[in-house]
Nanobody, 117 residues
């Protein structure tokens, strides 16, 4: 059974940084897509960044140049480094795994990120 556990969320001021972690158990890195999604109140869930089985990364245009996704296979952990945070980045951030970015089979419980102006 795949389990995804996020950590690292919190409250920061605009311009600050956070690093989210996703500890993945029961999941084989490189077997599919592993990534981050977010959902703000009243908005649809959106893909933020992730890593395909080929090692290629995806980063949404809205966060490109500010967010970096990476993984540590030895630690079975996915990371999301978020810099120059903006109030519009405020959302619940979820770790997710699936066969592709559009076919997600597993979700974490989420970690809240709040950016104040």
């Amino acid at each position: 059974q795949v389990q995804l556990v996020e950590s690292g969320g919190g409250s920061v001021q605009s311009g600050g940084s956070l690093r989210l972690s996703c500890a993945a158990s029961g999941y084989t890195f490189g077997s599919g897509y592993l990534g981050w999604f977010r959902q703000a109140p009243g908005k649809e869930r959106e893909g933020v960044a992730g890593i395909y089985s080929t090692g290629r990364t995806y980063v949404a245009d809205s966060v490109k140049a500010r967010f970096t996704v990476s993984q540590d296979n030895a630690k079975n952990t996915l990371y999301l480094e978020m810099n120059t945070l903006k109030p519009e980045d405020t959302a619940m951030y979820y770790c997710a795994a699936g066969s592709s970015r559009y076919l997600i089979n597993y979700w974490g419980q989420g970690t809240q990120v709040t950016v104040s102006s």
